[in-house]
């Protein structure tokens, strides 16, 4: 006698959510257009020195020659790409195992019911590393460095690892006083100062776009001093923001534009930590200014891998590999990736924490 679990007219429906089927990867696919492949350990970076405005000393022409030439130093950073590694096994027993598409779609083989399984795999395993990828590309733009704490079989639990891509300290601000939920608070005033901290900067630059996070966005347009640069009757005034309610359904929401040129977006989304937390990629409370040309580089570094140096080396982001134990019988499924977003330009963005 069979167990029949469900039949046709029992499973009304299979529900899904799909809300968050999307890889947060905005600001990995906005700002890390270009992809290099690397089969060295660590990658190099030359950062050469400004463009001097030296002028060219008055010299009477019955003089010497003045010598000028200054030979400026060039920095080199070498950075080492972080290292990725799901791997996960399939068991026979997993073919025993009626799946749920059998229950409208019809009896599949044993091989078949296999073959759904390492699919499956293969599919979480290439979801999970292009989640990590975006959330780095994130963290490395928004923070200007980007922390990772690797998961340990032998030696020290946890270790952590921060790469520092160089993004001047004052980059980062924490106010403590005159918050952005306070009707009174110059907001404008705030963004001049961080705007000229950005101008000022090597290899800074002006900002452009401001991206806000969820609980600021709520108060942003509630502010005594922008709704005053939105009266009509303010002469040269170019600030529009928008005023009615504001959509969850994309990441990025358009809200206004304000004088000087400074286009501003709410952002929300999120990844989901190991312990379950969902974590919001840009803080609720933080504002992030980003000049033009704030680049980066979606660095891939060597696998080390055996059969990743067969023909003279892998270069690509995911190297995919199977292979077959005995006892107990069993297919693993493993992904290896040595990913590295390098933002080149940190000094172009700002990160600042408005709210309590």
């Not at 292009?130 to 020290?156: P, V």
């Amino acid at each position: 006698m069979s167990l029949q679990l469900w039949t046709t007219q029992d499973l009304l429906a299979t529900l899904t959510d799909d809300r968050k089927n999307a890889i947060p990867s905005y600001f990995l696919d906005t700002y890390f257009s270009e992809t290099h492949y690397s089969d060295a350990k660590e990658i190099m970076i030359a950062d050469l020195p400004q463009a001097d405005r030296y002028m060219a000393p008055f010299v009477l022409p019955t003089e010497q020659g003045k010598p000028i030439y200054q030979q400026k130093g060039e920095e080199v950073k070498f950075l080492t790409p972080a290292y990725i590694k799901p791997k996960d096994a399939v068991r026979p027993v997993e073919a025993r195992v009626p799946t749920i598409g059998e229950i409208l779609g019809g009896a599949l083989s044993v091989q078949e019911r296999f073959d759904i399984a390492v699919n499956k795999r293969i599919d979480y395993h290439l979801r999970a590393i292009r989640m990590r990828i975006a959330w780095m590309a994130a963290r490395s733009f928004i923070d200007g460095k980007l922390t990772m704490t690797y998961d340990r079989d032998q030696g020290e639990a946890f270790p952590e690892v921060t790469i520092d891509f160089g993004r001047d300290s004052g980059h980062y601000v924490v106010k403590n006083a005159n918050y952005w939920d306070a009707p009174g608070t110059k907001i404008l005033d705030d963004i001049q100062g961080y705007a000229d901290t950005m101008h000022a900067a090597r290899n800074g630059g002006f900002p452009t776009r401001m991206y806000v996070g969820s609980s600021v966005a709520s108060v942003f347009k509630n502010n005594t001093q922008i709704k005053g640069e939105m009266d009509t009757t303010y002469r040269g005034n170019s600030v529009n923001i928008q005023t009615g309610i504001m959509t969850r359904a994309e990441p990025v929401n358009y809200i206004g534009n304000l004088s000087g040129g400074i286009e501003v977006y709410s952002y929300k989304d999120d990844v989901q930590a190991a312990n379950g937390d969902m974590v919001p990629i840009l803080a609720p409370k933080e504002i992030l200014l980003v000049a033009p040309g704030a680049m980066g580089v979606k660095a891939y570094g060597a696998i080390y891998d055996t059969e990743a140096l067969a023909g003279g080396g892998f270069r690509g982001d995911i190297f995919p590999k199977m292979f077959k134990s005995d006892d107990p019988s069993e297919i693993f499924v493993m992904h290896q990736s040595a990913p590295l977003p390098i933002p080149l330009y940190p000094n172009r963005t700002f990160r600042a924490q408005v709210l309590a």
